[in-house]
């Protein structure tokens, strides 16, 4: 099983693996960073958690999505094309659905 360590550790490994032009234009938000979100903290606790990451100078956007039972959803968010890219191994729709409030200006590709 997958737990949030192995999700991380594969999201740095495949940051490292790839070139270094490539690698300066991708922002890896981690596990723990989510789960933040979901707990709806505060302002300045998001800040410290994604800060470093500088997300806002990045054109890709990876985000790993943990649901009930250990299963995860990748989610990696285009800036420049305005395209979010989902994989889920277990090809649930209706699993990450809720996880992504899609806007208008961008296309989900599934």
């Not at 991380?8 to 890896?28: F, H, K, T, V, Y």
């Amino acid at each position: 099983m997958l737990d949030d360590t192995c999700v991380n550790e594969g999201l740095q490994l495949l940051l490292s693996r790839l070139q270094p032009e490539r690698m300066d234009q991708c922002a890896i938000f981690l596990t723990y960073m989510m789960s933040y979100i979901r707990e709806e903290a505060d302002d300045g606790t998001l800040w410290r958690s994604v800060h470093h990451c500088t997300y806002w100078e990045r054109a890709v956007w990876i985000i790993p999505v943990q649901h009930p039972y250990l299963h995860w959803t990748l989610c990696i968010i285009d800036t420049d094309t305005r395209t979010i890219q989902l994989f889920d191994s277990v090809a649930n729709k209706s699993l990450w659905m809720n996880d992504v409030k899609v806007s208008k200006n961008y296309k989900t590709i599934y």
